[in-house]
């Protein structure tokens, strides 16, 4: 996952820390953002795992703490509901006026509210997925119950929330009660996913239930069966992202590009900016690139590297077929190479008849099993036969065709 330090300015100038987490096997079609739970921050451990399951679908995500929370600027004393709406616009519109404008909102607990609401503000939304989310953000002030008569006396109170001392004002209270999310939802209209889970003790998934009957569709719930409410468990939060991301691909605007069609045994496709290549083997499809160090995204295996898969992928392979026909118990074969050149001296100097250096693959092999150092022995002369390194042993003709 490639990860992005930025920053921007919400509507009361401050300075909002942030993270915008991109694809790193292409460019993203589509930009996300995440709102995390009441008093948490972005690098939640949760947050980052669904952020890695969006990615690995093309999804870029932006996560960035409100104000006053993480590296952010402001006072959290100082928030409230609607300054977290008002943060998350702000960031939709970062990403409009930098990158992509945002189709996915996405939120955590009372994040969830969030999502829900600042959605009705932003037309350009088309999914919003929420987790664990609260039906009314007043459900928050149980986390404080113990300082509300204070709160309401003086106007203010230190609460202990997850082991951290927060101030608390009594303008927080009082916005959370003047917030009508049944109605934000009767007139949103945009495509829900609610994720609860049944043991979420926290916010309890009659939640859920209240938040999908209110809302309209499409809407669609996902049980998050077993999982704590800050989806502490690995597996919980990247099955989430996972899930937002098979689900989202209904509603928003993915461009497809057409099929390679291959006439030979492999075809490939480069357009006019980058390096980032199509392959396709027959039926089967992978990336070639080049690194950023050479004008490349570095999205896949740079054609080297796809020369040095294949003369391992062929060494592996002819070992373990001697090894059946002989009958010895070969129980796996690791092959590790790396080819040495000037890489990006080569590239430059594509014009030149002679080559500048020799090229050489560094091969190590490691075979498993029940063998004796003869056997093993002889396994390693017979990796030396197989057709990929004979090949780059032998002389090769490449004839070459302009296709009309």
Not at 50 to 66: E, K, Y
Not at 156 to 176: E, M
């Amino acid at each position: 996952m490639r990860s992005q330090k930025v920053s921007f300015t919400n509507s009361n100038g401050y300075e909002l820390s942030a993270r915008l987490e991109l694809p790193v096997n292409q460019h993203p079609h589509t930009y996300a953002i995440f709102a995390h739970c009441f008093t948490c921050n972005k690098n939640l451990t949760a947050v980052r795992n669904i952020s890695r399951a969006l990615n690995m679908t093309g999804i870029a995500v932006l996560r960035f703490d409100f104000t006053g929370l993480g590296e952010s600027e402001g006072d959290f004393a100082d928030t409230n509901f609607t300054s977290n709406v008002e943060d998350l616009v702000a960031a939709a519109n970062y990403l409009k006026e930098n990158h992509q404008i945002p189709t996915i909102l996405i939120g955590h607990s009372l994040g969830g509210a969030a999502v829900l609401s600042a959605a009705g503000l932003l037309p350009d939304i088309k999914a919003v997925a929420t987790l664990g989310a609260p039906f009314d953000p007043h459900h928050v002030s149980h986390l404080f119950e113990a300082g509300i008569d204070e709160i309401n006396s003086t106007g203010q109170a230190n609460v202990t929330i997850g082991g951290r001392s927060f101030k608390v004002k009594k303008q927080f209270l009082d916005d959370l009660e003047e917030q009508l999310i049944e109605e934000k939802l009767k007139n949103l209209r945009k495509a829900i996913l609610v994720m609860h889970s049944p043991q979420d003790r926290t916010v309890e998934v009659e939640n859920a239930r209240r938040i999908y009957s209110t809302a309209h569709h499409p809407k669609s719930f996902v049980s998050l069966d077993g999982a704590d409410h800050l989806l502490s468990r690995k597996e919980d939060s990247l099955y989430a992202g996972e899930m937002i991301a098979c689900w989202a691909k209904r509603y928003i605007n993915k461009p497809e590009k057409e099929a390679l069609k291959v006439k030979k045994q492999v075809a490939i496709r480069l357009g006019s900016a980058g390096f980032t290549t199509d392959v396709m083997v027959r039926q089967h499809s992978l990336t070639a690139d080049e690194p950023e160090s050479v004008g490349g995204n570095d999205f896949g295996a740079t054609p080297y590297e796809l020369v040095a898969a294949g003369l391992g992928a062929c060494t592996a392979m002819t070992i373990q077929m001697y090894a059946r026909r002989k009958k010895w118990q070969v129980d796996e074969v690791t092959v590790h190479l790396d080819h040495k050149k000037d890489y990006a001296q080569d590239m430059n100097d594509v014009a030149n008849e002679k080559p500048i250096k020799v090229d050489q693959f560094n091969r190590e092999i490691i075979l498993e099993g029940d063998l004796t150092l003869e056997q093993k022995q002889r396994l390693i002369e017979i990796a030396d036969k197989c057709p990929v390194h004979r090949t780059l042993h032998g002389k090769v003709e490449i004839n070459t065709i302009l296709k009309e």
